[in-house]
């Protein structure tokens, strides 16, 4: 049985070694020692409420409770671009028309833009290829979403993903090598550890500012434009089913697109909800009485998302129980993992969206 907890500092070296294996074009998980080290302290003042909202970083954990290894990581920011510049390409339209040649033509561009400056950022999204089984990516990712419904008053009311572009068999980045070299005179890897480590200001001095033409790239470019690496498109498509969307903006080195949703319109916030623990065995078959719960909500049971209610020691499980229900059995070991008693609060969500049944 896994739990995903709050990271702790005491993680760097398994989170060091994770980040190796994630490969380029993963801006924000480097192995880098000192940035992880730092985001790790953030993180532990994050959750310990000893910075402000904006400022924070919440970094979760993975843990194989029973030796304590780390199986995947993720995180949310809690805002960006307010410390450092948060730069993206907006996708945008230009008109050029002559009446007298009876000429119209619609040319897509790029703008540099910091449009999503101030956003809560989701990010650093990585499991272990050897977890990479059952339901462990996709409760990883959607653990972040409950978080927030749990705590939406330190999250402002737009959220991103800047989603890893696509990148061919050999590690290039096509839009990179298309755009971006002509200006930075660098390999993409050596430009995406810089911004890793928050040395952005190269962009503004390098980058131009005016807008520019998507079809004076090479066709190679142009293709790759809002798609993800080939990994990456699992991650999307768990956050689209969570109520996140592409609006035409991309990363300025590999054109991987940003997903944007409202808080407020999040999947875990409409359909989260707060219930009380009871100790018991679960029900695992269809219809199975609930053992130390009302026997009228013994109904067929899911996979669930249960977190308790604590900032300052936040852990989550997976188990099964009844949607909706205002009890959750548990069982003492799982009572265990999320450091919890009887009676104690816990919020649930279903791990799998419902398909709309009206009309």
């Not at 959750?328 to 279903?350: F, K, M, Q, Y």
Request: aromatic share 8%.
């Amino acid at each position: 049985m896994l739990v995903i907890r709050a990271a702790k500092t005491s993680d760097l070296d398994a989170l060091i070694d994770m980040a190796r294996q994630a490969g380029s074009g993963m801006t924000t998980l480097k192995p880098d020692p000192e940035m992880l080290g730092q985001r790790l302290t953030t993180s532990e003042a994050s959750f310990a409420e000893t910075i402000r909202p904006e400022q924070r970083d919440y970094m979760f954990v993975l843990e194989q409770p029973h030796d304590g290894s780390i199986a995947g990581v993720c995180a949310i920011k809690g805002a960006v671009g307010l410390t450092e510049p948060f730069y993206n390409y907006r996708i945008g339209t230009l008109v050029h028309c002559s009446r007298e040649l009876n000429v119209f033509t619609r040319m897509e561009t790029l703008y540099l833009s910091n449009d999503l400056t101030g956003s809560t950022e989701l990010c650093s999204l990585f499991l272990l290829p050897e977890y990479r089984v059952g339901f462990n990516g996709k409760w990883l990712s959607k653990s972040r979403f409950l978080f927030i419904a749990q705590f939406q008053q330190l999250f402002t009311e737009k959220i991103i993903a800047e989603m890893r572009g696509y990148q061919d068999e050999a590690g290039d980045s096509p839009f990179y090598e298309g755009l971006g070299r002509h200006f930075f005179k660098m390999d993409f890897n050596h430009v995406d550890g810089l911004t890793a480590i928050g040395k952005k200001s190269f962009i503004a001095e390098l980058m131009p500012r005016q807008p520019l033409y998507v079809d004076y790239l090479p066709q190679s470019a142009i293709d790759v434009i809002g798609k993800v690496h080939t990994s990456t498109q699992p991650a999307r498509r768990l956050l689209e089913q969570e109520g996140m969307y592409y609006e035409g903006y991309v990363d300025i080195f590999d054109a991987g697109p940003v997903l944007q949703g409202r808080v407020s319109e999040l999947r875990a916030v409409r359909d989260s909800v707060l219930a009380v623990a009871a100790e018991g065995l679960p029900a695992i078959d269809a219809g199975e009485v609930l053992d130390g719960a009302p026997k009228d909500i013994a109904h067929d049971t899911e996979h669930m998302l249960v977190s308790n209610t604590r900032l300052d020691d936040f852990r989550m499980i997976l188990t099964r129980a009844v949607p909706g229900a205002g009890s959750v059995v548990l069982s003492p070991d799982e009572l265990a993992l999320l450091r919890i008693a009887a009676g104690d609060n816990v919020r649930t969500l279903t791990l799998n969206t419902r398909k709309n049944t009206h009309g």
